[in-house]
């Protein structure tokens, strides 16, 4: 049946760029499904834009904060406007790395060993010794996030704006294969392997084509496969995600396999664009493009 949606997209984030490629990309699969749809490039108008369109269901196709930290998501729920993925509290949870790292925990599922650091006291070599990563307690996508290794010092860091706020989150650097699994509801899709050309898949690698190979399904032990789906889906229920969330993982085969997986986080917008995983994901198991934007828009929904 067909319906009028709102596709947000662009925002203020870092992630504005990305986000305007998922839009259009949607759009597209919206108009070919016979659906009406409305652009939204998200701004402080952005009350008053959805208001005035009156859309049937929003695909909110923002990346990063204000897009999937619970701040749209609580402004669709106060307009009781059916909207995709997640809800405002999975979208805030999984935003905040620490706080997803400790439901992760509690929930028995494997985290790198990490912290909540001041950054200029990680500048003056305060914390984890190398190897580590340092995040941004906040963001998607990579940004922002650098890897440091034995014999590296803090040189590229200390000479760069640092823009991500006071504290940062330190985590013991894993060594092994880039592991991401799709979900879909109550089922995950499957796992995907991506080999970066360069230090590591961050975000010019993500959306940059060349940059990575990717191995679909991921060529690692059985065993280690049914168990990745199983910590995505475990990791997705333990959130309250809904609709599709992705699951980064760092598996450790170093001493053979079947490895050992560590959880790095969920990531409740996935990238709808062309480089983007879930829909290659969704691909092998048969799912187009239009498929999955079909049943992203069928599941939409208002928390309360």
């Not at 925002?11 to 699969?29: D, Q």
């Not at 805030?92 to 925990?105: I, T």
């Not at 392997?193 to 060529?219: L, N, S, V």
């Not at 496969?225 to 889906?233: G, P, V």
Request: glycine share 10%.
């Amino acid at each position: 049946m067909s319906q009028h949606i709102a596709v947000i997209m662009g925002g203020p984030s870092v992630e504005r760029e990305v986000s305007l490629v998922s839009g259009s990309a949607v759009e597209r699969a919206l108009i070919g499904l016979g659906h009406r749809v409305t652009m939204i490039d998200a701004d402080s108008t952005l009350p008053a834009q959805i208001m005035e369109c009156e859309p049937d269901v929003v695909f909110n196709a923002l990346h990063g904060r204000l897009g999937e930290d619970g701040c749209v998501q609580g402004l669709l729920e106060v307009l009781a406007i059916p909207y995709t993925h997640s809800g405002v509290l999975a979208s805030a949870l999984a935003m905040n790395k620490p706080a997803a790292k400790k439901l992760f925990a509690d929930a028995g599922l494997s985290c790198p060993e990490g912290r909540v650091m001041n950054f200029k006291a990680v500048m003056a070599g305060e914390g984890l010794a190398p190897p580590y990563v340092i995040k941004p307690i906040n963001e998607g996508s990579s940004v922002g996030v650098y890897v440091i290794l034995n014999g590296d010092n803090h040189r590229r860091l200390e000479d760069e704006p640092w823009p991500f706020g006071d504290d940062v989150l330190v985590e013991k650097y894993i060594p092994g294969r880039e592991i991401q699994v799709a979900v879909m509801g109550e089922r995950a899709l499957g796992a995907i392997e991506i080999r970066p050309r360069g230090r590591f898949y961050d975000y010019e690698t993500k959306y940059t084509e060349g940059k990575a190979e990717h191995f679909m399904p991921a060529p690692i032990h059985p065993k280690s496969y049914a168990e990745a789906l199983d910590i995505a889906l475990c990791a997705h229920r333990t959130l309250g995600c809904r609709g599709v969330s992705r699951a980064d993982l760092r598996y450790d085969d170093e001493a053979g396999e079947p490895g050992t997986f560590y959880l790095l986080e969920i990531n409740t917008q996935p990238g709808m664009t062309p480089l983007s995983l879930v829909p290659e994901i969704a691909a092998d198991s048969g799912m187009t493009f239009s498929n999955l934007v079909a049943w992203m828009v069928e599941n939409a929904s208002c928390d309360n």
